[in-house]
């Protein structure tokens, strides 16, 4: 089992930033490639971001590739989303997602094994 606990959502006036954490306990930290997703409401839950294991591979969603930064610190086993330039549209609900493969179908929800409980993003216009 791998436990995850996202931290860090608040709400931002348009055009600011925010650092999402999400802190990993259980297995192998290393051995997992990380995610985010986002649900807002009324909507289904899509891919903001994913990171290798070792970090050095991520990919990003279109909507949010040049202003959000997916990063990972293996020796504290977390994962970080640095958001910048946000706005209302990226009002959301964060989630942190797990899976042991690093892959192009880390872009859906269903293939991951493991989910945080989510922190809300809410960007003020």
């Known amino acids: 089992q791998v436990q995850l606990v996202e931290s860090g959502g608040g709400l931002v006036q348009a055009g600011g930033s925010l650092r999402l954490s999400c802190a990993a306990s259980g297995r192998t930290f290393a051995n997992y490639a990380m995610n985010w997703f986002r649900q807002a409401p009324g909507k289904e839950r899509e891919f903001v971001a994913t990171?290798?294991?070792?970090?050095?591979?991520?990919n990003y969603a279109s909507s949010v590739r040049g202003r959000f930064t997916i990063s990972r610190d293996n020796a504290k086993n977390t994962v970080y989303l640095q958001m910048n330039s946000l706005k209302p549209e990226d009002t959301a609900v964060y989630y942190c997602?797990?899976?042991?493969?690093?892959?192009?179908?880390?872009?859906?929800?269903?293939?991951?094994?493991?989910w945080g409980k989510g922190t809300l993003v809410t960007v003020s216009s």
């Open positions: 990171i290798s294991g070792s970090g050095g591979n991520f």
């Open positions: 997602a797990a899976r042991h493969v690093y892959s192009g179908s880390n872009t859906y929800p269903g293939r991951m094994e493991y």
